[in-house]
Every structure is written in structure tokens, then in C-alpha cells.
């Protein structure tokens, strides 16, 4: 079965430093991989997605994430945190002609000043 | 402007009474889906509809129904056989050629 695996329910960062959130997936087929972020008491939001076109991928609000398929992971990263960076962000995976996402149990980004 | 709508954001009820919980889209996506949200868990996929009229369970659909009569609107009714049905509940949808959905507000559900 499809899985994703997040390490860490929580990572800290002060204002500043570089964001870096973990994602490993399951899969024998090629996936379509995702990162949403999710405020508190608020739906999700996309970041960003990877879809079998380049391997480094950019979405909103300056963050990217690289897929490499020989480690099985798409770490999302940031270069420098911002304080309204502070979420739950979750990464989720697809597969061609099966439109479910599998969600990982998330990790929740705290920013200190 | 296009998006999800669900409704109420906040709803208490009674335990042994069903519930239903409101989900319009305007996106014109044929497909749209209920997860259920708990703490450390993620999100677990209760239903999802690919095509108006038809619907599928997904990973923990004991104690829910819904319905797709209209292809903007997909309401999850919660029933009295929900053992634990305090969450918070999130809509979404999304087309059949891409695979990235969509989000909305969700709604947070108390039973006492």
C-alpha cells in the first residue's frame, strides 16, 4: 500500500535560519507527490507539487522541494524561515490513474524569533 | 470567486443524534472527497465521489454516509454509529485530470 512518512511531528527554527521538513514515500510506480500547509483551524493549502517534469520543484511563499528517486524522498525546504511560516505542513502522494492522496501524519513548524 | 465552501465552521450536537455537513464547490471539479482530521494522525479520507451520482468509501467510512446528487455539493451525514465523531472535517475536490485537490475551511465537530 501507498504510504508516506514524515519524520518529526515538530522542528523548530529561529527567524532566519533554513527550513527543513522531511518526506519519504512508498512506491513502485511513479508518484505525483504534494506539499499542502495548513494554519490552524483553517483548510489546507497548496505548496507546491511534483508531477514527473523537473526534479526541483518551487511553489509558493519561497518554498521548493527536490524529488529523488533513489532516496524515495521529497524534502521540502526554505531558506530562510519567516515567524508567519509557523503551520502545520503535510506531505501527500498520488499515483497515475488513482486519484486518492495519501497523506503523511504532518509536521508542525515553530518559528522563534 | 471560485472555491470550496463548508458549513457551519463550528457545529455541537448530542451524542446519539446525526449530523450532516455542508460542502459546495464552484470550481466545476467533478471529483470531491471528506477527510477526517485528528490530532497526530493526519488526514484520513472518509468518502469520495468521482462523478455525480456515484460514491466510494474510503479508508474509515464506518458511521458516515453521503450523498451526490448535484456535482457542486457533497454532503457527509455523521451518524449516531460514529463511536468517536468529534474532529474536524475537511472538503475537497478537484478535476479528474490532475491529481491535486482542493481545500475547504473545514468544519469542527463536537459531540458530547
Known amino acids: 500500500a501507498q504510504s508516506v512518512t514524515q519524520l518529526g511531528s515538530h522542528v523548530s527554527v529561529s527567524e532566519g535560519a533554513l527550513v527543513l521538513l522531511r518526506c519519504n514515500y512508498s512506491?513502485?510506480?511513479?508518484?505525483?507527490l504534494f506539499w499542502y500547509v495548513q494554519y490552524p483551524n483553517q483548510g489546507l493549502q497548496l505548496l507546491l507539487k511534483y508531477t514527473s517534469a523537473a526534479t526541483l520543484v518551487k511553489g509558493i511563499n519561497g518554498f521548493e522541494a527536490e524529488f529523488k528517486k533513489s532516496e524515495t524522498s521529497f524534502h521540502l525546504t526554505k531558506p530562510s524561515a519567516h515567524m508567519s511560516d509557523a503551520a502545520e505542513y503535510f506531505c501527500?502522494?498520488?499515483?497515475?490513474?488513482?486519484?486518492?492522496?495519501?497523506f503523511g501524519t504532518g509536521t508542525r513548524l515553530l518559528v522563534s524569533p | 470567486d471560485g472555491g470550496i465552501t463548508q458549513s457551519p465552521k463550528y457545529l455541537f450536537r448530542k451524542e446519539g443524534q446525526n449530523v450532516t455537513l455542508s460542502c459546495e464547490q464552484n470550481?466545476?471539479?467533478?471529483?470531491m472527497y471528506w477527510y477526517r482530521q485528528d490530532p497526530g494522525q493526519g488526514l484520513r479520507l472518509i468518502y469520495y465521489?468521482?462523478?455525480?451520482?456515484?460514491?466510494q468509501k474510503g479508508d474509515i467510512a464506518e458511521g458516515y454516509s453521503v450523498s451526490r446528487e448535484k456535482k457542486e455539493s457533497f454532503p457527509l451525514t455523521v451518524t449516531s454509529a460514529q463511536k468517536n465523531p468529534t474532529a474536524f472535517y475537511l472538503c475537497?475536490?478537484?478535476?479528474?485530470?490532475?491529481?491535486?485537490?482542493?481545500f475547504g475551511p473545514g468544519t469542527r465537530l463536537t459531540v458530547t
Open positions: 512506491s513502485s510506480v511513479p508518484p505525483y
Open positions: 475537497a475536490s478537484s478535476t479528474t485530470e490532475a491529481y491535486e485537490q482542493y
Open positions: 470550481l466545476n471539479h467533478d471529483a
Open positions: 501527500a502522494v498520488s499515483y497515475t490513474g488513482f486519484q486518492k492522496l495519501v
Open positions: 465521489s468521482q462523478i455525480v451520482n456515484d460514491f
